[in-house]
């Protein structure tokens, strides 16, 4: 059998799969080190290119199984992808946990005022009488109560937090106190202290953080956005914090990515901005190394393999 795998990490994955596998490398331009006519798996790495995907489906018309480590997979679903009847499967679950902390350091940014906090320390100024809260008996409204959604939950759970949660079919789920569906959550958002979007970008959320959201929210409401951009309209959201429909917001995701200079979001100060970097951690790689060769166990024995992606649904 034969896979085509990233140039990026070959030397990381290659010692670890089975000797009686064929490999050829592709890099992150498409371009392959061999020839791939007849690969059946394809393990795409991270920033795929619709234009490096299309060249490896062009160069690999056997394929069966592509396996990607990110959790969303809307980039890869092209038209020209789902001519092809390929089993896909993706990197959920492996990046819950720098995620899940990354939204609790968003949250203690908000409640702990660090902004001021570092003001005080730049100006050398023993700062004293201004606001600081506490997590505890604060209102979550997680929109998305999936692998990602559920790491959030437990951590703010520890803090004393009262966690609700939103996802497709709901379900009663530990450390949640309350799980509503996709089309409820709306009715929560006046009585959210703070408002984290974990949910896949999907033609369904394209958008559904718009004016109504914000403008419902406290506003002394912080949004956290640590999934897709494009779920966010930017414009309403830029309103919101320009005129004081919500107090802050933490972003790790934009529409634009690489955010551009000229952004106005640069300029708010009530906006954290993160460079899309709250999945990494030496620990995820290592993990979505992990996932990947335990499927490709579980392909070659002809077992169900883990993460299967309803391509109609969009996760």
């Known amino acids: 059998m034969k896979l085509i795998i990233p140039t990026e990490i070959a030397s990381d ?3 670890r ?5 064929q490999v050829v490398r592709v890099d992150s331009e ?7 006519s007849d690969a059946e798996v394809y393990f795409n790495w991270i920033l795929l290119k619709p234009t490096t995907l299309h060249k490896v489906l062009a160069a690999a018309p056997t394929l069966r199984w592509q396996h990607t480590p990110s959790a969303g997979v809307n980039h890869i679903l092209t038209p020209t992808f789902l001519e092809r009847e390929i089993t896909l499967t993706n990197g959920a679950g492996v990046h819950a946990i720098p995620i899940a902390e990354f939204v609790l350091m968003f949250m203690l940014y908000h409640a702990k005022n660090l902004p001021q906090l570092q003001a005080f320390q730049a100006e050398r100024n023993w700062g004293r009488g ?31 937090m009262r966690v609700w949660g939103s996802r497709r079919h709901p379900e009663p789920l530990p450390e949640f106190d309350k799980v509503v569906s996709a089309t409820e959550w709306r009715s929560l958002l006046p009585e959210a202290d703070y408002v984290v979007v974990s949910t896949p970008l999907t033609p369904e959320t394209k958008g559904t953080m718009d004016a109504a959201v914000f403008q419902a929210m406290r506003s002394s409401a912080f949004f956290i956005n640590i999934a897709r951009g494009a779920i966010v309209d930017e414009a309403a959201l830029l309103t919101a914090l ?10 790790d995701t934009f529409s634009a990515e690489p955010l551009p200079p000229d952004s106005p979001f640069w300029s708010l100060p009530n906006v954290f901005i993160s460079p899309h970097c709250s999945a990494d951690s030496p620990q995820t790689y290592q993990r979505s190394l992990e996932l990947f060769l335990e499927n490709l166990s579980r392909y070659q024995a002809g077992l169900p393999l883990r993460n299967v992606v309803d391509k109609q649904v969009g996760y």
């Open 30 to 36: 498409g371009n392959l080190d061999g020839d791939a």
């Open 130 to 160: 201004i606001t600081l809260k506490e997590l505890k008996d604060a209102t979550l409204l997680i929109i998305g109560a999936g692998s990602i959604g559920v790491a959030i939950a437990q951590r703010a759970s520890s803090f004393g």
């Open 242 to 251: 320009r005129e004081g429909w919500i107090a802050g917001a933490a972003l």
């Open 17 to 21: 799969l089975p000797p009686n596998l």
């Open 13 to 15: 994955i290659e010692p």
